[in-house]
């Protein structure tokens, strides 16, 4: 009697709830697993073979070494290209994230007229393949007799970022809770001073992410550069060119230390907000 | 007063910027797809004849390119959806509390040049790599069979350097699914399967429609992938639009490629978001 009782109030489930529950539990985890796996197969090939004694190329494991570290400038011209990415991606973060944090206030922040067309506007470099972006903007610096070259490239990189830089900080803004404005008004601030005080500093993680962003995509590039560098060598352009002979391991030490370093940036910026949240 | 002019002064510098920099390229693009060589001229001299010609010769004599372009580059995004989906959901709803550190492995391979990884790949899938032998002795491929330059390796390259516009989008749409849905629809006696087909992908759908065109547009116009990974034999609309410019120096071909795939873009583009009637997106 007593056991009937127990039977109706934990019902034994159909086997195909059984079967689905076990998929939930595991599969799920093997499927993210595998998947990982297939994400870092080739950043873990890079790592493993800036460790390569290779030589020139780098297509065989001949023996481990250190020396391609201790040396990650050993193979001719890789650090001039990583300086110019780097030059390159700091300018266009600044003037992209700039521009186009002005353009995420005003279109997050204000109604006006013509703001679902300036919201075309941004959408639209987006939706446009960067060969079209990378090969119209050449036409035009050939039209007006401008070379290509390391300004250029620059300009070049801004157009693409703007939008990234708007969409990201539009998101922040709109999460924004506005009574917290409404209290600093309150409190006399005057509209510059809640702007200061108040709106810049909760805004502040959105324009940091959104540079990170821009930055990235940026130093990143390769099209867009190709087309609007001219002689100027970027740190991707280089690994295009000497992919067909074989690219040096100093560009795996290179790749490495880029990802350690974004990585290692990525995950403090998480500790501090998560700090900040429990604060 | 100063109010209401404040949005426009934000906006001025930005879209004075987008508009010498982006609107007028495009234009100007737009005029050189017209122009033919000027009789006499060095190479690289063209002038304005409006001759829309140029459009049906470079389309015509470059159809299987484009073929080549938008067929590669639906498999890359069928193929990124397939992979992304379930490792979004996972992320989603299966992480607990390590849904940040899970995002941040799907972003982080981004953080090596993805033409490091690219060429990676084709070391990894090449004759000296370590997948080919494997899948000769057993027997999986014939002996005579290559991975590196075909077709597959470049949709696989493809797949892979553009999975991360793919996750990020559709993790943020299931990520905003209230789990409650889900639970209520068991309680009425879905199934697993009837779930996901009638409650879990209806409400994810704008970030299946993001994810989709993040994956579908630059992959329509890459070249990087065909230029490392394929051959002569899979070479896409994108690799012919940059020998035209740098190594035939034939801008109005150039340029009315570029314009084609541009507006075919926006046409599937177009269609596809009224099918799948998430306009708001946009």
Known sequence: MSKKIVDASIPTLPLSAKFSRWFGRNLIRVYMFIAFTYLFIPVAYTFAFSFNDSGKSNLIWKGF???????????????????????????????????????????????????????LLIFLPMATPEIVLGASLLSLFLVFKINPGFW?????????????????????????DPRLEQAAMDLYANEFQTFRRV????????????????????????????????????????????????????????????????????????????????? | MLKIRTPYLLLLPGFAFLFTFFILPIINLAQTSTQTPIDGGDTGQYEQTLRFGNYIDAFVENREQFGRSFTYATIATVLALIISYPLAYAIAFKSGRFKNLFLVLVIAPFFTSFLLRTVAWKQILGEEGFVVPTLRSTGIISESTTLTSTAFAVVMGMTYNFLPFMTLP?????????????????????????????????????????????????????????????????????????????????????AALSFTLMAAILILVTIYIRKAGTEELV
């Open chain 1, 199 to 279: 709106t810049l500093p909760l805004v502040g993680p959105g324009i940091a992410g959104a540079a990170l962003l821009a930055f990235s995509l940026s130093f990143d590039d390769f099209i867009i550069t190709n087309f609007n560098s001219g002689t100027v060598t970027t740190f991707p352009k280089f690994v295009y060119t000497a992919a067909a002979r074989g690219i040096p391991a100093q560009a795996n030490v290179i790749g490495s230390a880029m990802f350690f370093l974004a990585l290692t940036i990525v995950i403090i910026g998480q500790i501090v907000s998560n700090k900040r949240k429990i604060s």
């Open chain 2, 170 to 254: 559709l993790f943020a749409s299931i990520d905003r699914i209230d789990p409650r849905t889900l639970e209520a629809s068991g309680d009425l006696y879905a199934n697993g399967f009837t779930t996901f087909r009638r409650v879990t992908l209806p409400l994810s759908m704008p970030g299946v429609v993001a994810g989709t065109l993040l994956t579908f547009i630059p992959a329509a116009g890459d070249y990087v992938n065909a230029a490392i990974l394929g051959s002569p034999n899979t070479k896409m609309i994108g690799n012919v639009i940059e020998s035209r410019y740098f190594k035939v120096v034939d801008y109005p071909t150039a």
């Open chain 1, 65 to 119: 070494t250190l020396g391609n570290w201790q040396n990650p400038c050993g193979a001719p011209e890789i650090c001039a290209a990583l300086g110019n990415s780097i030059k390159i991606g700091l300018l266009a973060t600044i003037f992209s994230t700039i521009l186009g944090t002005m353009i995420a206030f005003a279109i997050g922040r204000h109604k006006f007229k013509g703001r679902s067309t300036s919201n």
């Open chain 1, 152 to 176: 250029p490239t620059v300009i070049a990189h801004v157009v693409f970022c703007i939008s990234f830089v708007v969409v990201t900080v539009k998101a922040r803004i709109a999460s924004l």
